[in-house]
């Protein structure tokens, strides 16, 4: 019978046969679906979001990670809706207006969405005015903020304060990307700053108030 450690290692290693193969011989085994999620793939994404700060995985990697989970995630997803469990957190992320660099952003919700965060991804280029329209529409409890210009950085300014000024309970706004340092993040007010994608997680969940 399979254990748990083993889909860890598969995503980890983003060997996408073996992680979908896994994920049903868990299930066939007994296993419930969220025990997969929390003690088998999430885990795994830590270890790449991990070996991705210290510089030993680049974002070719991550991707195929990522891909080996998402396709895990399609054996789990029904069965998780079927027995009404959901992510605990619900997160919208996007590039600010003026900019239509995706890779950064695409990253981070691959991490988010790793994590067990529902993640809404709005897409680049995203007005203040969206990003505060979906955070009421989805109820959320964190908007990420992407941006690669710095002819950009007064967007990002101008939406924290829009989503500050509706002072939506218990919304939390964090910001990232090339030109982005947490001095900046501090003087709009931003709550949170992730300067790559293994620490987005890492800060998603301290912001919501969990352990990394």
């Known amino acids: 019978m399979p254990e748990l450690i083993e889909l860890t290692t598969a995503v980890a ?18 296993h419930s679906p969220q025990s997969i999620v929390e ?31 998402k396709e895990a995630l399609k054996v789990l997803e029904p069965l998780l809706v079927k027995a009404g469990i959901k992510p605990k957190y619900t ?12 890779i950064g952003k695409n990253l981070i919700s691959m991490m988010w969405r790793g994590a067990n965060f529902a993640v809404v991804d709005l897409g680049t280029n995203v007005s203040a005015e969206r990003y505060l329209a979906a955070a009421r529409e989805h109820n959320a409890n964190l908007v990420g903020l992407s941006a690669l210009l710095t002819t950009t950085m007064p ?6 304060r829009v989503l500050k000024a509706a002072a ?10 090339a030109p982005i340092t947490q001095e900046f ?3 709009i007010g931003a709550d949170g700053y992730a300067a790559d ?3 987005a997680v890492e800060v998603a969940r301290r912001l919501m108030g969990e352990a990394a």
Request: hydrophobic share 45%.
């Open 155 to 160: 967007a990002m300014k101008e939406t924290v």
């Open 185 to 187: 993040a501090d003087d």
């Open 91 to 102: 997160v919208i992320i996007g590039t600010v207006q003026g900019d239509l660099h995706d």
């Open 39 to 69: 003690q088998g793939l999430v885990p795994g994404m830590a270890i790449v979001g991990e070996q991705f700060k210290r510089n030993e995985i680049f974002v070719p990697e991550m991707l195929i990670a990522a891909r080996a989970m």
């Open 13 to 30: 290693a983003g060997k996408r046969v073996d992680t979908v193969r896994l994920t049903q011989e868990l299930l066939d085994a007994g």
């Open 168 to 177: 939506l309970p218990n919304l939390k706004v964090m910001i990232g990307g």
């Open 197 to 199: 994608a293994g620490t």
